[in-house]
């Protein structure tokens, strides 16, 4: 049995953060400059008080409302955070209880970032082809707001908040191709919120100021930068190529590329190392920054939307783990 | 690959600041322009001109443009 993508749809929280409100937090930054670079004019974060399971339930409130789904269809959440709740139970349960959902779903949560999506297509696609599920909603929720530090000029540019949900079924506008997954353990160090798990319960209160003024601190997101640059040029045009392999497709073959919006610069370098035509690559970041395992997702609602998802649309996502993944969507 | 041509592939990691000012001396972070975004820059370059993985902290304990160069060229083998 084939698996597809039957709908997308996604929510932003309420509260934007323009260039123009960083600039008057950091006047000392040239931060229009940069955040030109990065691709990201404005982002939306959560309110206090706002978690990863409230931008779930709307997401997936939207996805029934549009699309007219019949919410008790849905026999299996995927839920994809690294801001769960609590610790336990999973978000994935909350949510079933929320939106209301029959006891016959079954739930579960997966810690991923940048490559979640990915993860979460390849998990529902095996849901379904076992049969142990028809119809998969795939939810990917993040509040990365809460895990930076407040002075986090540099990330607090990137990163935004967001939730998508997709439906994944026995039919569909996308049918989901193969799949090909790595991961990189080593990698770990680079991209880090150290404290407050069981490792590290108690806070390490060890804030230093780097030389361009941004905070490095255990008890917030961390991001070796120039790390996370080489491991994505060093990983991505393998990734691409093996999924190529798998889908037993030519470069030529590929009408859009769809990656993790990391920021436009590190694309752009990704485009140009790998000769992807300008036309081809999808870019959608400017409104919403790098809202992490819910980038690939809003910007395949937004291709849609423009009417650019036709014929071999090619995903991957990357990053946090270090943690990657592909597969080919070919599209209606 | 002379330095003169590395220079050139270094200038053209920076916007906003005119080649003329780029040599082999240059020490490249006391330029205004320069940011971390001009670091990935040239880990780019490196990498798709010399096929050359070089890190942040390397490009960190650089000063000048030579210094990157010899770096490269010492990678390279």
């Known amino acids: 049995m084939a698996s597809f993508i039957k709908a997308i749809s996604y929510i932003l929280p309420d509260t934007i953060v323009t260039n123009q409100d960083l600039v008057g937090e ?12 990065v691709g990201v004019v404005s982002r939306h974060v959560v309110a206090e008080g706002q978690c990863a399971s409230d931008l779930a339930e709307q997401a997936a409130r939207k996805l029934f409302f549009e699309n007219d789904i019949d919410k008790n269809c849905i026999d299996f959440v995927l839920l994809c955070t690294q801001s769960p709740d609590y610790f336990l139970p999973t978000t ?3 949510l079933q209880d929320r939106l209301g959902l029959g006891t016959h779903c079954g739930a579960l949560d997966f810690n991923l970032g940048c490559s979640g999506f990915v993860y979460g ?11 142990a599920a028809r119809n998969v909603l795939l939810v990917t929720a993040e509040t990365y707001s809460k895990h930076m530090h407040n002075r986090d000029k540099g990330n607090r540019t990137i990163f935004g908040d967001a939730a998508a949900a997709t439906l994944v079924s026995t039919s569909g506008f996308a049918e989901i191709g193969s799949f090909d997954l790595g991961t990189d353990g080593s990698g770990c160090n680079n991209l880090i919120v150290k404290s407050g798990a069981m490792r590290h319960q108690n806070r390490f209160d ?7 003024g941004n905070p490095v601190s255990s008890d917030h997101l961390y991001m070796n930068g120039s790390e996370i640059f080489n491991f994505t040029l060093e990983t991505v045009p393998d990734l691409v190529e093996n999924v190529l392999r798998k889908n037993r497709l030519g470069k030529e073959s590929i009408d859009l590329y769809v990656f993790h919006q990391a920021n436009k610069y590190m694309l752009d370098c990704l485009f ?13 970041m400017s409104e919403v920054g790098n809202t992490v395992s819910s980038t690939i997702p809003i910007a395949l609602c937004e291709a849609k ?18 943690s990657w993944g592909g597969c080919v969507l070919t599209c209606k | 690959m002379d330095i003169n041509q590395f220079v050139m592939d270094f200038a053209e990691c920076f916007d906003d600041t ?60």
């Open chain 1, 92 to 94: 994935a349960c909350l």
């Open chain 2, 18 to 77: 005119d080649a003329s000012e780029f040599s082999s001396n240059l020490r490249f972070k006391e330029l205004e322009e320069w940011s971390s975004l001009s670091g990935l820059g040239i880990i780019a370059m490196c990498k798709k001109k010399f096929g050359v993985k070089i890190t942040g902290a390397e490009i960190m304990e650089s000063d000048t443009i030579q210094d990157v160069y010899d770096l490269v060229m010492e990678k390279r083998g």
């Open chain 1, 121 to 131: 297509m390849a998990l529902a696609k095996g849901l379904i082809e076992s049969d």
């Open chain 1, 305 to 322: 939307k423009e009417q650019r998802l036709s014929g071999n649309v090619l995903i991957a996502g990357f990053g946090v783990g270090y």
């Open chain 1, 26 to 37: 950091f006047p000392e930054w040239s931060v229009d400059k940069i955040a030109k670079k």
């Open chain 1, 272 to 284: 140009d190392l790998m000769e992807i035509e300008e036309e081809k690559a999808f870019v959608y």
């Open chain 1, 206 to 212: 060890d804030i230093a100021f780097d030389k361009s």
